[in-house]
């Protein structure tokens, strides 16, 4: 058996890569349980998605879009698209927490949207994969 001797790119990358899957895997936990809470009618986010206004519809669809999120997180064909939507969607709730709700209320989606960005950008690499592959088809 022949072992080849790592370069300290080879390592280095190896690293990012455990540790973005390791992040991953959290954050398609806590969106996967983000959008139960809107599938099972939570009080606390009827109540939330009462406020802003536009119905029990967009809690539904915005739990469509957690959970479709969290999936995307762990197949790595579509792990950078769904970072970068998952990123989207957590600056929309940024925005909404400050306009319409108590300011303190923005450090959760403000807290999530840093690691998102972190797997949006360090799979920019599988994004651009599927949209080449996206345009050769079309």
């Not at 009827?46 to 206004?53: K, M, N, R, S, T």
Request: with cysteine; aromatic share 10%.
């Amino acid at each position: 058996m022949t072992f080849t001797h790592a370069t300290p790119t080879t390592t280095s990358g190896r690293k990012v890569n455990i540790a973005l899957w390791a992040l991953q895997v959290l954050l398609a936990a806590a969106f996967l349980l983000a959008a139960c809470t809107k599938f099972i009618a939570y009080p606390d986010a009827v109540e939330a998605f009462d406020q802003i206004g536009l119905g029990v519809w967009f809690m539904y669809f915005i739990g469509a879009v957690e959970l479709s999120g969290a999936v995307g997180l762990l197949v790595p064909a579509l792990s950078g698209l769904a970072g970068l939507g998952l990123t989207a969607l957590l600056a929309g709730a940024v925005v909404t927490q400050i306009l319409l709700f108590d300011p303190v209320t923005v450090i959760t989606p403000a807290a999530y949207l840093v690691p998102v960005t972190l797997v949006a950008w360090g799979r920019r690499q599988h994004t651009v994969k599927l949209l080449r592959r996206s345009n050769r088809e079309a």
